[in-house]
C-alpha cells in the first residue's frame, strides 16, 4: 500500500532553534514529492523536489529529496513564532495520484 | 486574487442529512481537487474535476457521495444522509492546468461535522 510518513508527529522548540521535519514514503512511480505548510486550514505550498541531493531554499526553509533512500527532510533554521503551523509532506506518482502524510505540528514559542 | 474559497467553513448536520459543500476555484482555474481529511489521517484524494466533466472519482465513496462542477457556478461535493462517519474537514483545490502539484492552490477547507 502507498503511503507517506512524517516524524515526529508533533515539536514544540524555542524560537531562534533549527528543526528538522522528516518525510519517508513508499509510493509506486514516484514522480515528485512536495512540502506544504498548513495554518488556519489552507495548505500552501512550500517546495516540489523531484531529483535527489537537489537542495531546495527559501530564505529560512530548505529541503532535499533522497530518492534512494526514500525520504525528504524539510529544514527550518532561526525558527520564528509565525513558523507555528502543521507541515505536510506529499507524493505525487505518475499516475497522477497524490498521498499526502499526517503531518507534523510545529509550535514555537518566545 | 481571492485564492481557492470554500463555503461554508463549518457545516454541522444531524445523521440522515445531505451536506453540500461549495468550492469556487481560483480565477483562471479550470480543475478541481476534492480532499478528505479525516481526524489523525492525511489528506485524502476524493474526485478530480474539470468544467461539466468528472475526471477522476477513483478516491470517493461509490454511495451517497457525488461531485460537479457545472459551466457557471462553483463545484459542489454532494454527502446525502449523511453518517457520523462522514464527519471531516473537506478541503478544495483548483490548478490552471492538469496534474501540476506544483501550481495547486488550496481552498481553508469545510469542516463537517455529523451529530
Known amino acids: 500500500e502507498d503511503k507517506v510518513v512524517q516524524s515526529p508527529l508533533s515539536l514544540v522548540v524555542h524560537e531562534g532553534d533549527t528543526v528538522t521535519l522528516n518525510c519517508s514514503y513508499e509510493?509506486?512511480?514516484?514522480?515528485?514529492l512536495l512540502w506544504y505548510k498548513q495554518e488556519k486550514k489552507a495548505p500552501t505550498f512550500l517546495f516540489m523536489l523531484t531529483s535527489s541531493g537537489i537542495e531546495k531554499k527559501s530564505g529560512r526553509l530548505s529541503s532535499i529529496l533522497d530518492k534512494k533512500e526514500l525520504f525528504s527532510i524539510l529544514n527550518i533554521t532561526a525558527t520564528q513564532t509565525g513558523d507555528s503551523a502543521i507541515y505536510l509532506c506529499a507524493v505525487f506518482n505518475t499516475g497522477n495520484q497524490f498521498y499526502f502524510g499526517t503531518g507534523t505540528s510545529l509550535t514555537v514559542i518566545p | 486574487n481571492a485564492g481557492v474559497m470554500q463555503n461554508p467553513r463549518h457545516l454541522v448536520r444531524r445523521r440522515g442529512q445531505e451536506a453540500r459543500l461549495r468550492c469556487s476555484p481560483m480565477?483562471?482555474?479550470?480543475?478541481v481537487y476534492w480532499y478528505r481529511q479525516l481526524p489523525e489521517e492525511g489528506l485524502k484524494f476524493m474526485v478530480y474535476l474539470q468544467k461539466e466533466n468528472i475526471i477522476d472519482e477513483s478516491g470517493m465513496p461509490k454511495e451517497r457521495f457525488s461531485a460537479e462542477f457545472p459551466k457557471e457556478g462553483p463545484s459542489i461535493l454532494r454527502i446525502q444522509q449523511v453518517v457520523r462517519g462522514d464527519s471531516a474537514a473537506y478541503f478544495c483545490?483548483?490548478?490552471?492546468?492538469?496534474?501540476?502539484?506544483?501550481?495547486?492552490?488550496f481552498g481553508s477547507g469545510t469542516q463537517l461535522s455529523v451529530l
Open positions: 483545490a483548483s490548478s490552471p492546468l492538469p496534474h501540476t502539484p506544483e501550481k495547486l492552490f
Open positions: 509510493v509506486t512511480n514516484f514522480r515528485s
Open positions: 480565477k483562471g482555474h479550470s480543475h
